[in-house]
């Protein structure tokens, strides 16, 4: 249909990779810090959601530019990885996925921590009188009653890893099947002076993505349960 | 039978209860904001007295001398909440069969099928709390404290949220429960007439301390 060239859909797949795994890879940190944003009052929590919030608004390229710094061969966090595990990521795909994770973080972290401020704590404590432990609690009613909040916050934050540029191209660049997702390979289809069309052919599966996605995070969104129960009149 | 005798804050609040109720229904009756509520919540164990000892059929559930505080789960303490509190994402029988689920079997003395003819719950069981009535909500509500077997049943004011047709229509149940069901039942009420019908023995609450009386 749209006529994809290998190339193309190699950046397609790549990004779609990329994607997955930075949601899988944060999905635990980003419910736990959710869980705790949500639940538990200490000091400095301002700070530490600001903290978390921080990759929605630094300039991309700000955020890469750490990753590089922290994650380069010299890097405190390269250096470990490289010397105890032998894994590089700095101009790795899986340095993409570190890239996409970070930036993605802030919208899962939100859709979450809303979807677990919205349970009703009052029923939490209707189960434990029904017998039921703290666990027990979290997994048949917390956990159930945001999981719509949770799914829409790890598709979000999945498109948005797909569509990460600023922080992957500076902290991974642009090489071809490993680190050319696919906004890096539009960026460089616009460097080319015949690279309009193709470019064009990338943006609208973007486009499509990115809305299917949303629709699908928003339809989760409407079915959040309401814990308000019908009135008597 | 449960032996009470706490002292419990609330905020500044103090709210103190010494009594005894034994099977058949004990009204704890007052007017709102007399701390009866707060009495049922230290009684379920969803909020700690400052001091004092709380007892059930000879089990210490509290004892602050000797730093016991059971766990709200482990309380056997059935409550029906004024404002039923039903999990929305469940249908009515998984409402009705949360507790009774995690019951180990030998402790499971009431049975599913006697407590759902009892509350004529039959037709709602694949259906939503939240597609029901408030009076078919509430009954769901008894039967599900009921089915955790409990050896006591806390109601805090379960009427208060109805409107007068719908409170007529739920009396006859609680009295069923009153007669059929050989437990002891805490029965919060602001309503005379409603702890006149129902109760054996009404205990006043007014501002923050229990005295015993009878119906």
Sequence with gaps: MLDLSPADLEAIALSLKVGAWSVVCSLPFAFGLAYVLARVEFAFKPVVSAAILLPLVLPPVVTGFFLLLAFGKNGPIGEILDQWFGITVAFKWTGAVIAAAIMGLPLMVMGMRISIESVDRRLEMAARTLGAGPWRTFFTVTLPLSLPGILAGSILSFARSFGEFGATITFVSNIPGETRTLPIAIYALLQTPSGDSAALKLSLVAIAIALIAIVIAEVLNRRLPKTHERDDA | ?215
């Design chain 2, 1 to 215: 039978m449960l032996e009470i005798d706490i002292v419990t804050l609330r905020g500044e609040f103090v709210v103190e209860a010494r009594f005894t109720a034994d099977r058949g229904i004990t009204a704890l009756f007052g007017p709102s904001g007399s701390g009866k509520t707060t009495i049922l919540s230290a009684i379920a164990g969803v909020v700690r007295p400052r001091q004092g000892q709380i007892k059930l059929d000879g089990r210490v559930l509290y004892d602050s001398a000797a730093n016991i505080d059971i766990a709200p789960e482990h309380r056997r303490i059935g409550t029906v909440f004024q404002d039923r509190r039903l999990f929305p994402h469940l249908s009515v029988e998984g409402n009705l069969l949360f507790g009774y689920n995690q019951l180990a079997p030998n402790l499971r003395t009431q049975k599913p099928t006697d407590v759902i003819a009892m509350l004529e719950l039959l037709p709602f069981l694949d259906r939503k709390p939240m597609s029901l009535s408030g009076g078919e909500q509430q009954r769901v509500a008894i039967g599900r404290a009921l089915l955790m077997s409990p050896q006591l049943l806390l109601m805090d004011e379960p009427l208060a949220s109805l409107d007068a047709r719908r409170k007529a229509e739920i009396l006859p149940y609680l009295e069923r429960l009153r007669d059929q069901v050989s437990l002891p039942i805490l029965y919060v009420s602001h309503d005379e007439r409603e702890v006149a019908r129902l109760a054996k023995r009404t205990i006043a609450v007014a501002d923050g301390r229990v005295a015993e009386g009878r119906a």
